[in-house]
Antibody, heavy 121, light 107 residues
Framework: DVQLVESGGGLVKPGGSLRLSCATS????????MNWVRQAPGKGLEWVSS????????YYADSVRGRFSISRDNARRSLYLDISSLRAEDTAVYYC??????????????WGQGTQVTVSS | SYVLNQPPSVSLAPGETARMTCGGD??????VHWYQQGPGQAPVLVVY???VRPSGISERFSASNSGNTATLTISRVEAGDEADYYC???????????FGGGTKLTV
């Protein structure tokens, strides 16, 4: 079974930084695009960033470009999100999601349980 | 950037049919995916590629995509179907994934 386990969230002051991690198992990690999606309290889902298997193709939402950096370590089967210059509006649960691909295209097939990031002074 | 519009809420009695829409400009040209999110839980894929149900998802879930509207239909709704439902597409122009704002289904 696919397992995705996020960690690294916490309480951080405005302007601070964090590194979120997503440990994976149950699939051939380097074959799949991986994604980060967040959800602010009481709000909907917001895509944050995506990275392909060899890290050559990386995409960011406009709201985080320049402040967030996605990366992966295929040997460790892990996905990361370095988040900096944090703002109150970055407060959210951050989910790691695994892609799948078929004739219809890509989609987010599996999700972790999320890690909470709270930005507050 | 591409925008997906979902009604904020739908309320039904058990046994009725829920139809939740996802509106977007010429959305039929895109592939739509649907997610269910229960309270305090991670999202779960319930339909991908416009109309395909993953294994383990009830046959009561179906979906379509035509014109400017994609629709997720849940027949014979049950209390356990209460959740937020989100549509998702890939926007080629902006190279962004786009979620709809979500619809809260109350049974």
């Amino acid at each position: 079974d696919v397992q995705l386990v996020e960690s690294g969230g916490g309480l951080v002051k405005p302007g601070g930084s964090l590194r979120l991690s997503c440990a994976t198992s149950g699939f051939i990690f380097n074959n799949y695009i991986m994604n980060w999606v967040r959800q602010a309290p009481g709000k909907g889902l917001e895509w944050v960033s995506s990275i392909n298997g060899n890290s050559r193709h990386i995409y960011y939402a406009d709201s985080v470009r320049g402040r967030f950096s996605i990366s992966r370590d295929n040997a460790r089967r892990s996905l990361y999100l370095d988040i900096s210059s944090l703002r109150a509006e970055d407060t959210a649960v951050y989910y790691c999601a695994k892609d799948n691909y078929d004739q219809g295209g890509y989609y987010f097939e599996s999700w972790g349980q999320g890690t909470q990031v709270t930005v507050s002074s | 950037s591409y925008v997906l519009n979902q009604p904020p809420s739908v309320s039904l009695a058990p046994g009725e049919t829920a139809r939740m829409t996802c509106g977007g400009d010429n959305i039929r040209s895109k592939t739509v995916h649907w997610y269910q999110q229960g309270p305090g839980q991670a999202p779960v894929l319930v339909v991908y590629d416009d109309r395909v149900r993953p294994s383990g998802i009830s046959e009561r879930f179906s979906a379509s995509n035509s014109g400017n509207t994609a629709t997720l239909t849940i027949s014979r709704v049950e209390a356990g179907d209460e959740a937020d439902y989100y549509c998702l597409v890939w926007d080629n122009i902006s190279a962004h994934w786009v979620f709809g704002g979500g619809t809260k289904l109350t049974v």
